[in-house]
């Protein structure tokens, strides 16, 4: 007979429950999930830990886990492999990756991030994407394959820290494997600025998990962090108290000073470079006027948060109970006493935590993205599961969502990963780079691309604008400030205009687009070229259009209109 006293157990759905109902107005979610985490708890607690019936695949995952890290990592590099590939037969999920490439290009041609093209990122980001690309072969797919790595490197160094700082390894992968399972969702796609801010992050924690860590190192990785995305500025912060704090109660103060420097000298080293190119003032607006005027739109909602888990569910309905059911242990194991001689680096860690969700509120522009250091962080905080009971209830709802999640994926990724060179000419903006170029006897044309940006980086040619994000046209704060700056010129109309009216060989431009969910006409720059300039040939896009490879977030308002100057 089954110990009455053992269902204290069913306190944890229920709160879970409660958690749902506050962030979900979908009945069906909530019931449905209450219904699984009482299956689920009340089958681990009476037949998984009680009885000889087992999972033996996840009891001979937990076995391997133990013995060995590496086949723990290499577990984890097949997991990323068939989650990360599943849309790798379509050309563009997010247009800011094309916008990158297109601006990291100008690194090849001798000149310094943001002196011809500009891009929102730090100098640093773009140099790591020249390189990737550039090892990549200038190949798209090959690119994203690469950046895929990246993302497995910070999977890797989650495992060896949880392993490090809680003594489980068991505890080290299943958090790795949790971090991978949720951003194998399209939001979180890996050729993002914040997996590259992420490597530097985790190792940072990785250092700071073995105790004698180096304090200079640390320094310097926060402030390459910074020059790859300045909004990883803050996560500076709570690291610097609990260092701060720690320095002064033991009185080392040089560690402090070796800390500040590793913070200023990337810093001083980029203001010297792009000082001596004359370049000082679009340096500082890089970081400090565009970043302040960013945050001040302040677009993020909660009601925002509740469309994110909401989605998560209808993902994988067990990876959206995981992630609630972690984040109510870790939870009330920190309510609990602890004396464990690493809480000051799990106190720090749940600071990070806040510091992850509040980076998405201070981004201010509801994307999703944004939430990525949230994810990485809730996946550290494994070290903050102390409980027994807590610990194997959550490494095996992440075993069952990351089984899921594998079934969901892996056919597409490992159709995809078979057919390579089929999806990389499939591309449709790789075709239409095809056509445009054979309109012309040689290289020596210019391209205005104000739409479909990434024609430029298969053509490998710069943007004839200086902006090259087609979203970045239209915000005010950028243009102004670039005006401002001298770095782009403007008629009575637009900027754009004043391009337009230089009449570069080809101009690419679309005269509708969803911006910040509403559909907007953009045609104060008149995208209908031929109508009044007749030194200009429409081209026929539908093919490319039409194509089913083009876009993941389709627009049905969507146009491409390519113009080329007759000779």
């Not at 490197?153 to 790795?176: A, E, M, P």
């Not at 980029?270 to 370049?279: K, Q, T, W």
């Not at 005027?293 to 989605?311: D, G, H, P, W």
């Not at 559909?519 to 720059?525: A, I, L, N, P, R």
Request: glycine share 2%; charged share 15%; hydrophobic share 45%.
């Amino acid at each position: 007979m089954i110990n009455l006293k053992k269902f204290y157990v069913l306190l944890i759905p229920i709160l879970i429950y409660i958690i749902n109902n506050l962030i979900s107005s979908n009945n069906n979610a909530t019931y449905i999930t209450l219904l699984i985490s009482i299956f689920l708890i009340i089958g681990i607690k009476y037949l998984f830990f009680d009885f000889e019936i087992n999972f033996k695949i996840f009891k001979s995952l937990i076995i391997f886990a133990k013995k060995n890290h590496v086949l723990g990592i290499f577990i984890l590099l097949i997991f990323t492999i068939i989650t990360q590939n599943r849309f790798l037969n379509i050309e563009t999920i997010s247009w800011d990756v094309s916008s990158y490439l297109v601006a990291s290009q100008e690194i090849g041609r001798g000149y310094l991030p943001l002196e011809t093209q500009w891009e929102s990122k730090g100098p640093l980001f773009l140099y790591l994407y020249f390189l990737v690309s550039k090892l990549s072969l200038n190949n798209l797919v090959y690119f994203k394959i690469a950046n895929d790595l990246i993302l497995f490197t910070t999977s890797v160094f989650i495992y060896l820290t949880v392993s490090n700082v809680s003594k489980n390894k068991t505890l080290g992968f299943f958090s790795s494997l949790f971090f991978l399972s949720i951003i194998s969702y399209t939001w979180f796609i890996s050729e993002l600025s914040e997996i590259y801010c992420l490597v530097l992050i985790s190792i940072i924690y990785f250092l700071e998990s073995k105790k004698n860590s180096n304090i200079l190192l640390i320094g310097l990785l926060f402030s390459f962090s910074t020059l790859i995305n300045q909004g990883t500025a803050v996560f500076i912060i709570p690291y610097t108290i609990f260092k701060f704090y720690n320095i002064f109660v033991t009185k080392h103060y040089k560690k402090l000073i070796h800390y500040l420097y590793g913070l200023a000298i990337p810093h001083i080293f980029f203001i010297i470079l792009y000082s001596l190119r004359g370049l000082l003032d679009v340096y500082i607006s890089q970081y400090v006027t565009l970043p302040l005027n960013y945050i001040q739109e302040n677009l993020s909602s909660f009601y925002e948060l509740k469309i994110v888990l909401r989605t998560f569910f209808n993902y994988d309905v067990f990876l959206y109970l995981t992630l609630l059911t972690t984040a109510t242990f870790i939870f009330m194991d920190l309510i609990k006493k602890n004396n464990n001689e690493r809480m000051s680096f799990k106190l720090l860690q749940l600071i990070n935590l806040l510091f992850g969700l509040g980076f998405y509120f201070l981004a201010g522009h509801n994307y999703y993205h944004h939430l990525f250091y949230f994810v990485f962080f809730i996946s550290l905080n494994f070290v903050n599961l102390n409980s027994i009971k807590y610990i194997k209830i959550t490494c095996l709802y992440v075993f069952i969502a990351a089984v899921s999640v594998s079934i969901t994926t892996a056919s597409s990724s490992l159709n995809n990963l078979s057919n390579l060179n089929n999806i990389y000419d499939n591309y449709p903006l790789k075709k239409l780079s095809k056509t445009i170029s054979s309109n012309f006897e040689d290289a020596n044309y210019d391209i205005l691309a104000l739409d479909s940006v990434l024609v430029l980086y298969y053509l490998e040619k710069p943007n004839f604008s200086y902006i090259i994000h087609p979203s970045n046209h239209f915000e005010n704060y950028i243009v102004d400030d670039l005006i401002r700056l001298n770095k782009i010129k403007t008629n009575s109309f637009s900027h754009i205009s004043y391009l337009i009216e230089k009449e570069p060989e080809v101009i690419i431009c679309n005269g509708r687009m969803i911006i910040r969910g509403k559909v907007e006409d953009v045609d104060f720059y008149n995208c209908a070229i031929d109508d009044y300039k007749k030194n200009y040939n429409k081209i026929d896009t539908q093919e490319f259009l039409n194509s089913k490879y083009l876009d993941f977030y389709k627009d049905p308002y969507k146009e491409m209109s390519v113009f080329i100057k007759s000779n």
